[in-house]
């Protein structure tokens, strides 16, 4: 059996068993990566642990770090109460609605991961004083998503841009690549329209899905609003309060880091797991929160599963899996023959769905030297098409493990079929959005 093929079972009986849920998501993925290293000879073994040391993964480690001692000091409280007396806050679906839009903004600008790492604790505090009124895992859901499409809308918003940027580069005449805001153009339209989901048919799939009237709602919410409930003045009088100053100068330091690092000559030194580690470091080193607290407190499953996931998509990408799946969706609908607006309602639609159970960098840096051959030979720009790519390599929304932001909210007691249930539904109505606006806009 070719290894391609066997890439694609191990990764189809991985999602069974994510959606079956019976085992921690964690013993899953372990098994997943072992069995790609173990049963695929492209797949190296290192490839299983290879991912505890991305930057992504250590960014994650150290941001819970810092937001831990945003809490362990008193600064978050104070933030999230200034938050929850706004007029954002004074209803659920505002709030979701607020809290989606700053992600999107955000993320188009810094670290997705790092966006969604700042707000979850606010998220958790304003819930917790609302009296009821706002629930964080409703809220998160949508903030992580909005961080996501977010990271779409400029070519420095995600990784997978530049992948898509630099197969380009390669081709003579289009050394320049895209611009910064090559992708607002299709990309806007989307971010708008994701945020009037979360106002209408969004938020009632957040209810109707996650259920929060039952008596579950909150099983393994690290961040549910009753375990901040008691978090009053009081709690924190014995605080020193230059610990609160310090723990809240280091957060606003990440989030200029986490900016800063994607610009020369700045990225030289810095990328988002060095952010991450500066961070908790700081918080550390002065002792706003102890090094037993704020490792004892960090969900060591859900790092488990960030760190080991990304075997399956190296599977699928190394073994040819990926492309062998592209090869045949395009030339069913024609290859070089198709149509151009068929051909890029097709691409849409091929890379939305792949980077859902791909990494999005191999996403991109697999179908740009597919369509951009594809594009010449009709002769057209391969310009649209990379645009395209890029942009919709950023709408894994509808698993669990199909970009680092979603791992990284599960927290918050997510379900592998949520994101299906919730995510899935955004994902048609994006991959519309965005076909429709690349045909008349691009070309």
């Not at 420095?156 to 090559?182: C, M, P, R, W």
Request: charged share 10%; with cysteine; aromatic share 10%.
């Amino acid at each position: 059996m070719a290894s391609s093929t066997v890439a694609i079972i191990i990764i189809a009986v991985t999602i069974a068993f994510f959606i079956w849920n019976k085992f921690p998501m964690s013993v899953v993925s372990m098994a997943g990566a072992v069995a790609m290293a173990m049963l695929v000879p492209e797949v190296e073994l290192s490839a299983v642990y290879e991912g505890f040391s991305a930057p992504g993964w250590i960014m994650v480690v150290g941001m819970c770090v810092v937001s831990a001692a945003l809490f362990e000091t008193g600064v978050a409280d104070r933030i999230g109460n200034a938050i929850g007396n706004s007029w954002w806050a004074k209803s659920e679906r505002r709030f979701v609605v607020a809290a989606s839009a700053c992600c999107t903004i955000m993320s188009a600008f810094m670290s997705n991961n790092g966006t969604v790492a700042i707000w979850m604790p606010l998220i958790a505090v304003v819930a917790a004083a609302s009296a009821g009124k706002i629930r964080s895992k409703i809220v998160i859901f949508a903030a992580g998503t909005g961080a996501i499409i977010g990271g779409g809308t400029t070519l420095i918003g995600s990784t997978s841009q530049l992948a898509a940027n630099s197969v380009l580069q390669g081709y003579k005449g289009y050394e320049a690549g895209l611009g910064v805001f090559d992708m607002t153009k299709i990309m806007l339209p989307v971010c708008i329209v994701q945020i009037i989901f979360w106002g209408t048919i969004g938020y009632w799939l957040l209810k109707k899905v996650l259920k929060p009237e039952d008596p579950h709602f909150n099983d393994g919410n690290m961040y549910a609003e009753e375990l901040f409930a008691d978090q009053g003045a009081d709690k924190y009088a014995d605080v020193p309060k230059w610990k609160g100053n310090v723990a809240l100068g280091t957060m606003l330091l990440c989030i200029v880091l986490f900016v800063i690092q994607g610009f020369k000559p700045f990225s030289n030194f810095l990328n988002i797991g060095l952010v991450g580690m500066i961070g908790a470091v700081i918080v550390i080193g002065t002792g706003c929160i102890s090094v037993k607290k704020a490792y004892a407190d960090l969900p060591w499953d859900v790092f488990i599963v960030i760190g080991t996931v990304s075997t399956l998509g190296t599977g699928l990408d190394v073994t040819g899996g990926g492309k062998m799946i592209a090869d045949f969706v395009l030339g069913f609908f024609g290859g070089s023959n198709a149509s151009v607006p068929i051909l890029t309602v097709v691409i849409a639609v091929l890379c939305s769905v792949l980077t859902n159970v791909m990494s999005n960098n191999a996403t991109a840096a697999m179908l740009c030297p597919i369509c951009i051959p594809m594009a010449i030979a009709l002769g057209i720009s391969p310009i649209p098409w990379v645009i395209l790519i890029a942009a919709t390599s950023n709408f894994a929304i509808a698993t669990s493990y199909g970009t680092a932001v979603n791992i990284q909210i599960l927290p918050a007691g997510y379900k592998f079929m949520d994101f299906v249930k919730i995510g899935g539904p955004l994902l048609i109505i994006s991959i519309i959005v965005v076909a429709i606006t690349a045909n008349m806009i691009l070309f």
